[in-house]
């Protein structure tokens, strides 16, 4: 069966610090794999996914992230963060083929200080 | 058009009450999921339904009855809740694409509350 982690539970950085939250995923195939991010009383937007290919890949907002195959990691980056970047981040992995579940890691609440 | 919209976007209903949440998507998307999500943690799977079959039902209780009534429409019947269902509920929809894989797009929610 396929699970996400993330290790981050609550991390709290100031305006304009670098961000790097983890997401681990346990799954034997291949997989697509994406980040949501929520805002405070808002639905889930995507903010960007790996489908094959590069494994950095861009999203929106000036956020990224890396597929490292090795390690069954995608993790999220941010080089400077705003205020506005304050939400509850998810992870979440598909299997490519077969079964349609889209599973999502534990979150990881970010707040941004002024 | 990239959207799955979803009514009512809150509801109130007491526990021996009779209700539905319904879910639309134009996408063509072929499968369609039921989440549950409490506040500050993450969307719980409750149905998979796979080309208008139910394919995964994650031992949902029986208070909860999804419907498929054809492929661009989702339902979540809901009877004899309890105040612990009180949660936002979210419908999504994907689709497998050559060389982009799947990708869940996700409705706004249905904040139900039960009293």
């Known amino acids: 069966a396929q699970s996400v982690s993330q290790h981050n539970h609550h991390v709290i950085l100031s305006e304009a610090a670098s961000l790097e939250l983890g997401c681990n995923y346990s799954?034997?195939?291949?997989?697509?794999l994406f980040w949501y991010v929520q805002y405070p009383g808002q639905h889930l937007q995507l903010l960007l996914k790996y489908f094959s290919g590069d494994p950095l890949v861009k999203g929106i907002k000036g956020f990224e992230a890396e597929f490292i195959k090795s390690k069954f990691s995608f993790n999220l980056r941010k080089p400077s963060v705003q205020w506005s970047d304050t939400a509850e981040y998810f992870c979440a992995v598909i299997s490519n083929f077969g079964n349609e579940k889209l599973t999502f890691g534990t979150g990881t609440r970010l707040t941004i200080i002024p | 058009d990239t959207e799955v919209t979803q009514t009512p976007k809150h509801l109130v209903m007491g526990m021996t009450n009779k209700k539905s949440l319904k879910c639309e998507q134009h996408m063509g998307h072929r499968a369609m999921y039921w989440y549950k999500q409490k506040a500050k943690k993450p969307p719980e799977l409750m149905f998979v339904y796979s080309y208008e079959k139910l394919s995964i039902n994650e031992s949902v209780p029986s208070r909860f009855s999804p419907e498929c009534p054809n492929s661009s429409l989702l339902n979540l019947h809901l009877h004899a809740l309890q105040p612990e269902d009180s949660a936002l509920y979210l419908c999504?929809?994907?689709?497998?694409?050559?060389?982009?894989?799947?990708?869940?797009?996700f409705g706004q929610g249905t904040r139900l509350t039960v009293v």
């Open positions: 999504a929809s994907s689709q497998e694409k050559r060389r982009q894989g799947r990708e869940a797009f």
């Open positions: 799954y034997g195939g291949t997989v697509n």
